[in-house]
RNA sequence: GGAGGUGUGGCAGAGUGGUCGAAUGCACUGGUCUUGAAAACCAGCAUACUUAACGGUAUCGGGGGUUCGAAUCCCUCCGCCUCCGCCA
């Protein structure tokens, strides 16, 4: 409702597209894993071309309304009154028509809109064919320290033994999966924070603060809706969104830009908490740190030339990997398969630490590559040599989520003693160099 | 939260029911002139859909309504401004 009806006007996967290559648009949905892709994009073009004959037959008979709109005008001006009332009563009929055709229109509208929704973006050719998490690629993987010397703890443990987690509390507060950080744990946090913002200014991002509740406009924007419904928190008494991440505020701040080809690459980062209602997450998914309501994080988002996308996706992910050599953990970097890769993206690496206590991958970041899927509903486009309008490529990583990334540096970076040390990049920020 | 005002093209700003997609100025683009620039003059200059093309349709903050016809009248929502209240 509301904007949406407009936004999605120009729909999902660019109907011409869809027109214009539609076999290869085909294969893409079937190496996605979508049932019966052949079915439902055929569908639609069969809605479309409903659509836009009644189109035609529209714009015609408005046509003729004007004209004869505008000839009543004359006539009367002219004192011809029997003509013009005869104008007038011609005009009922095709005003009653009109009607009709603006009710179907509305109908196969919303039956295009939907049918449309329902298809996720087309992987790029690069991106292996598979299910599931079990077929990603492994890019690189870092060396494993598997062997400590001793028993190794797991975060939630060392977390309440140093006193920097609160975990009962945060349920007392609020609930479960909303902990609360303190003294060196909630300096810890901050100092991430710093350091990861300080990193992507250093890059060349564009810092921001955006809100942290978005409107029903913008969640549709950058995809979230409809998909995600019931995944975000919802302010209903506004009809206000919390943000699961920053990429819908901060990616939604260029909504129906054109922007200049010279503006390109537009790079901007920001930190924010992130709200995430996980319905349906159990078992040792959420144990300790591993996935919270409320977390902090910090986002990456590009809007680019789609001639340099796929270079872009590449420079982030190498960013992200930085992150985590600095501060010395255990990483390695995933090339999800078609079947792993969120709806709206159509190029996914995922970063993972190891976590050794808990001797498991943790993933830390995302970057994905959605080229016109986010764009094209968020009317971003740019003008290009011919001055023709186009729609930009967007990209957007994590770098980094907090959470997981504490808990992989307390388990890591645990000593026999007790104590943990803290990695030198983060130091000056945290103004200690261990914690116990 | 209450009262009043206001919302037109990149900007400024006309238009209060009929030939208005919208005067005029500025900005911008191309051209003439000029050694070059400025000035002057000429032309162009919103977006989307549709058409082979000519053309057609929609859009004057959003949505709805009245009317043969709406930028113009009515309803509603949103934004902005002013005053009052409240508040970090």
Redesign the pocket.
Known sequence: ML?AR?LLE?FMLEINKLRTQTDTIIQNLVRKQVKDAEKTVNNILEVDAKR?AI??E???L??E??????S???L??EGNESEASKA?AR??EI?QRIKELEEDTRQVDQQLTDQLLTLPNTPHESVPVGKSADDNEVVSETELKKDFGFKAKPHWDLAVEHDIIDWKRGVKVTGAGFPIYKGKGARLQRALITYFLEKAGAAGYTEYQPPLLVNEDSAYGTGQLPDKDGQMYHATGDNFYLIPTAEVPITNIFRGDIVKESEFPIKACGYTPCFRREAGSYGKDVKGLNRLHQFDKVELVQIVHPDKSYETLEDMTQHVEGLLEDLGLPYRRLLLCTGDMSFTSAKTFDLEVYSAAQERWLEVSSVSNFETYQTNRLKL?FKDENKK?QLCHSLNGSALALPRIVAALLENYQQEDGSILIPKCLQPYTGFEKIG
């Open positions: 904007l407009k120009p836009r189109q035609v529209l714009d015609q408005r046509a309304m004007n004209k004869v709109a505008k009543i005008g004359k009367k001006k007038q005009t009922g005003k486009r309008t």
